[in-house]
């Protein structure tokens, strides 16, 4: 079996540079996930991203299959990107790492348009305890891995306030997104409001 997790982290450091600090969490029954956190000053004001490293060590399995297939399923790390110096978001690193875990915990398969909710603010003081599960293919690629590995996909998550999870429930992601675009939402700011949802 290929040790997936070193070429995870290689192409992280190849999308987003070096990172400068990391965590580990080990619940209980799971394997360890780790997050890393990459700073970006090349554009005004620094941007810091938050990535898994660990989730995608197995492959992710429908909940309702009778057998887990140890190698054949969708593969993901998750990537939060947020404004640095606006709020003290480091402490998003265990409530991204349950995330990380949740379906070797839940059983859940994590793809892009699911919501996420950690049940407590992202970090002290957030209006978000939930993310929207994006596209991947944008920050960092997808990593191919032999056959019959399914290829590794980095999905960013975008904080949700609780009124707007509320909306995407009823009316879905692809029209919170386009909401988000319409009001021209810095969905990087770690402590925005609400966009209006009338």
Do not use: C
């Not at 293919?137 to 306030?161: I, Y």
């Amino acid at each position: 079996m290929v040790d997936v997790l070193p070429l995870v982290e290689a192409r992280l450091r190849t999308a987003l540079g070096e990172p400068d600090a990391r965590a580990a969490v080990t619940f209980l029954g799971t394997d360890r996930i780790e997050v890393l956190r990459f700073r970006d000053d090349s554009r005004e004001g620094a941007v810091l991203r938050y990535a898994t490293l660990g989730m995608s060590a197995q492959p992710m399995t429908d909940p309702t299959a009778m057998l887990a297939d140890p190698v054949k399923g969708p593969r993901v790390e998750l990537v939060l990107s947020v404004r640095g110096g606006l709020a003290d978001t480091d402490k998003v690193l265990r409530p991204l790492a349950v995330l990380a875990a949740s379906p070797q915990v839940e059983g859940v398969v994590v793809a892009p348009g699911a919501s996420l909710d950690v049940g407590e603010p992202l970090w002290p003081g957030a209006p978000f305890s939930s993310v929207l599960v994006a596209e991947p293919g944008g920050l960092v690629e997808d990593l191919e891995l032999d056959a019959p590995l399914d290829p590794v996909r980095f999905l960013p998550l975008l904080p949700m306030t609780p009124n707007e999870a509320a909306w995407k429930r009823v009316h879905g992601a692809q029209a919170l997104q386009e909401r988000w675009l319409t009001n021209g939402t810095d969905l990087r700011d770690p402590s925005r409001r609400s966009v209006p949802l009338d």
